[in-house]
């Protein structure tokens, strides 16, 4: 059965520093999304991405945050300075039209 | 406003018996719902998805959406313990880009 792969798994990185995070979303879907739960919260919707552009950004997707698709494959999320705050589980998901939205396995971001 | 709120328990309850998960929410979360269940750090999983009022049965699983008192159920019949994780409900409201909106969770622990 076809899945939404993410890597790496984990990451540590120092504050300040830029970090990508990658994914390959279900081949035949066509929206994707970034989400981040921070330990013991709720999961956060980031941004959404349709036709290779942003569709929709909630509050926490500021400048230091952006999305690509470089490739008919990949799905990325850069962080260019991150914070301590940034410190969170980060899921890829993608779905194909108005139907349920499939959750990667996540990217443990780890800033100190 | 909180859009999406649940119970976050835990909630117990023994082998083989009924596990009913509650949610509510907001005008702004309004069109489509579905409950994921999350195992401690892994990834949210599709149990269900809701879309109109009534019942909706899967299994095991029976999603009931009421959109008159803005309430979403999950009940869970034969719990095993395989079943004690977080179980998320999301909502989102509409549109083929719109992210979902999580409540906190529900953990579940079904006794042996």
């Known amino acids: 059965e076809p899945e939404v792969t993410q890597t790496p798994s984990h990451q540590v990185t120092q504050m300040g520093q830029e970090v990508i995070l990658r994914c390959v979303p279900i081949s035949n879907h066509l929206y994707f999304y970034w989400y981040r739960q921070i330990l013991g919260q709720k999961v956060e919707f980031l941004v959404s991405f349709y036709n290779n552009e942003i569709s929709e950004k909630s509050e926490i997707f500021d400048d230091q945050f952006s999305v690509e698709r470089p490739d008919g494959s990949n799905f990325t999320l850069k962080i260019r300075s991150t914070k301590l705050e940034d410190s969170a589980m980060y899921f890829c998901?993608?779905?194909?039209?108005?139907?349920?939205?499939?959750f990667g396995p996540g990217t443990r971001l780890l800033v100190l | 406003q909180k859009e999406v709120e649940q119970n976050s328990g835990p909630l117990s309850v023994p082998e083989g018996a009924i596990a009913s998960l509650n949610c509510t929410y907001s005008d702004r979360v309004s069109q489509s719902f579905f409950w994921y269940r999350q195992y401690s750090g892994k990834s949210p999983e599709l149990i269900m998805s809701i879309y109109s009022n009534g019942d909706k049965e899967d299994g095991r699983f029976t999603a009931q959406l009421n959109k008159a008192s803005q309430y979403v159920s999950l009940l869970i019949r034969d719990s095993q313990p395989s079943d004690s994780a977080t179980y998320l409900c999301?909502?989102?409201?509409?549109?083929?880009?719109?992210?979902?909106?999580f409540g906190k969770g529900t953990h579940l622990i079904i006794q042996p």
């Open positions: 998901a993608s779905k194909r039209y108005q139907e349920t939205q499939y």
């Open positions: 999301a909502g989102y409201s509409g549109g083929g880009a719109d992210g979902l909106t």
